[in-house]
């Protein structure tokens, strides 16, 4: 099965610089790589996601890669604010078989510092 | 707005009692996850299900079973609730689009379940 390898477990950043989380996957199948949000005791949300057949893509200050050769994905966030605080999640999933599945990544919690 | 809810936020048990976990979703989703959520391991997946009375077993199926007999409806079960299956226990569903794959996750806001 897939297996999504996440890290850092942990990121202090100060107010106004970027961050990056960084995610490998297993499963070469994969061709879907979402990102969730979650903030202290609230349900993760997404954030934004990327297919296969991208490279890049973003949103605001949020951004995602996709290396399919590497099977590696990124988030990065520039101009962190202290709302960005939460713990982020990365996930792969794919079309074919079990379609409806997402394997996550451990977690990276984030904190910006004011 | 799709809205998941969960039948508890918090729920004290005693080990060995028959646990029920509910979960229920207003958007007529095809799809339905169970996941428990522990520190430092992120988001495992129990059990799925992508149409009603069909389910599969996810990462970590042991000790659990669900039901679903309607399709807004999913039911996680503990058996014989053990104190390792104290945790934080997560919904979810997602659409299902013919021929795509289907997207977004929609959590709900979870129940700490405590086994003692």
């Known amino acids: 099965g897939e297996n999504v390898e996440q890290h850092p477990s942990t990121l202090s950043v100060q107010e106004g610089d970027s961050a990056v989380i960084k995610c490998t996957y297993s499963d070469s199948a994969s061709n879907y790589f979402p990102w969730y949000k979650q903030e202290l005791g609230k349900r993760p949300q997404l954030i934004i996601d990327?297919?296969?057949?991208?490279g890049e893509k973003k949103d605001q200050r949020i951004a995602v890669t996709l290396n399919k050769t590497a099977k590696h994905f990124s988030l990065h966030i520039t101009e962190t604010q202290p709302e960005d605080s939460a713990v982020y999640f990365c996930a792969a999933g794919n079309s074919g078989g079990s379609n409806y599945k997402l394997t996550f990544g451990k977690g990276t919690l984030l904190t910006v510092n004011p | 707005d799709v809205k998941v809810t969960q039948s508890s936020r918090y729920l004290v048990k005693r080990t060995g009692e028959k646990v029920f976990l509910e979960c229920v979703q207003d958007m007529d989703h095809e799809n339905m996850f169970w996941y428990r959520q522990d520190p430092g391991l992120g988001l495992r997946l129990i059990y799925f299900s992508y149409d009603v009375k069909m389910k599969e077993k996810g990462d970590i199926p042991e000790g659990y079973s669900v039901s679903r007999e309607k399709k807004e409806r999913f039911s996680l079960i503990l058996e014989s609730a053990s104190t390792n299956q104290t945790s934080m226990y997560l919904c979810?569903?997602?659409?299902?689009?013919?021929?795509?794959?289907?997207?977004?996750?929609?959590f709900g806001p979870g129940t700490r379940l405590t086994v003692t």
């Open positions: 990327i297919r296969s057949n991208v």
């Open positions: 979810a569903s997602s659409l299902s689009l013919s021929g795509q794959f289907s997207y977004e996750q929609y």
